[in-house]
């Protein structure tokens, strides 16, 4: 099983930064890509971005050029880095990892992101 705990979210105004943490634990020899998605209120969660094990990079068009998902080296730790914010990326932010060999999804609990205009 791996265990994903997000941090990093909080309250920003229009055109400011955040970085958003995913601390991987357990067994995460298993984890293959990672990614971060997100939720609005009233719509369905979204994928934001994704970074394989290689290193690999995808984005959503709508955050490309302001948001950069990064791994750390031991791969236990994924991030996103989140500049000029705008309130259209207000939502909860959630991680998820899949697992190398069953496919399955871990999933951590979200944390909220807030941009005010």
């Known amino acids: 099983q791996v265990q994903l705990v997000e941090s990093g979210g909080g309250l920003v105004q229009a055109g400011g930064s955040l970085r958003l943490s995913c601390a991987a634990s357990?067994?995460?020899?298993?984890?293959?890509?990672m990614g971060w998605y997100r939720q609005a209120p009233g719509n369905s969660r979204e994928l934001v971005s994704s970074?394989?094990?290689?290193?690999?990079?995808s984005y959503a068009d709508s955050v490309k050029g302001r948001f950069t998902i990064s791994r750390d080296g031991a791969q236990n730790t994924m991030y996103l880095q989140m500049n000029n914010l705008n309130p259209e990326d207000t939502a909860v932010y959630y991680c998820?990892?899949?697992?190398?060999?069953?496919?399955?999804?871990?999933w951590g609990q979200g944390t909220q992101v807030t941009v005010s205009s």
């Open positions: 998820r990892a899949r697992d190398r060999w069953s496919g399955s999804l871990y």
């Open positions: 970074i394989s094990s290689g290193g690999s990079t």
């Open positions: 357990g067994s995460i020899y298993r984890i293959n890509d």
